[in-house]
């Protein structure tokens, strides 16, 4: 007569042995081995073949998109900035060391970065405004703050959805240095990313806004890519609004390019550039008209 076990045991598929296997030898911290028997989708070493990229663009494109649907998310506020701007409690704390270091540099770098501590204590309020407003909305109405996951101005807007216990997201990468989870992302939506390709497509499928607060090269990168995207209508058009008007007016004259005829003056309606979290809040709702 079967036993319960037995019908278990007849039930399992290959992918839970599959699964099983590669469970145990991390479990021992076992290597595992090239193996030809082994199922394509549970040999690692097949899966980081640079002949199986194309797979891994498609998982990376898949397993978000999935947990996202599954959690009913359908539009999103994307925030950008920097990730080494700290909070204004942070910086008071480096600035009383250095202070009591006697250190001139250090004294330079914690004066500045009490300065750019308005820039993370903006995008908390810009996270609180859009997380407030979603609050007791239907979930097809809500508007989730995502981000990219770190820190700085990113844990900033995250931070800003936990203040009002509501759910947000991180769309974190793997970096060699600076970028990790912060605390502030809901567990069930921080993402992890290899590919900055795909981590871009993530940031624009759902978003019905872009914020980008000062930051460097990232910051820079992801707003000119939506810029792009949205000029040459491969997007919707969306607010993009430029909080900080002193530090993008100092980094970009956008006047330039309409001189050399680099790009049309109706493109500089593509953007708003701000001051305030509120006026980039107030942009958002009048576009849609919340």
Not at 110 to 123: C, L, S
């Amino acid at each position: 007569m079967e036993t319960t076990e037995d019908i278990k045991d007849s039930a399992r598929s290959p992918l839970a042995d599959a699964w099983a296997e590669l469970q145990a030898h991390a479990d021992r911290g076992e290597p595992l081995q090239a193996d030809a028997y082994r199922l394509a989708f549970a040999d690692p070493e097949f899966l980081l073949r640079r002949e199986t990229r194309g797979i891994r663009f498609q998982l990376e494109l898949l397993k978000p998109d999935l947990d996202l649907q599954e959690a009913g998310i359908e539009s999103t506020v994307v925030v950008y900035g920097s990730a080494r701007f700290v909070s204004p409690e942070q910086a008071a704390e480096r600035l009383a060391a250095a202070r009591a270091s006697g250190d001139a540099e250090a004294l330079r770098h914690a004066e500045r970065a009490v300065r750019n501590a308005r820039y993370y204590e903006a995008a908390r309020e810009f996270g609180r405004l859009v997380a407030t407003h979603s609050l007791r909305l239907p979930p097809e109405e809500k508007l989730t703050i995502c981000t990219g996951g770190g820190p700085g101005v990113m844990e900033a807007a995250n931070r800003g959805a936990h203040d009002v216990g509501v759910p947000s997201i991180g769309l974190n990468i793997a970096l060699p240095h600076e970028q990790s989870g912060n605390p502030y992302v809901t567990r069930e939506l921080s993402f992890k990313f290899h590919y900055f390709a795909l981590r871009k497509m993530h940031f624009m499928m759902r978003a019905k806004a872009l914020v980008a607060f000062p930051g460097g090269f990232g910051t820079l990168d992801e707003l000119f890519e939506v810029l792009t995207l949205v000029q040459t209508r491969k997007a919707k058009p969306v607010p993009i609004v430029l909080c900080g008007r002193d530090y993008w007016s100092r980094l970009l004259h956008w006047d330039v390019l309409v001189e050399e005829g680099a790009i049309s003056p109706e493109d500089l309606a593509l953007f708003h550039v701000v001051d305030e979290p509120g006026e980039a809040w107030e942009i958002i709702r009048e576009f849609y008209k919340l």
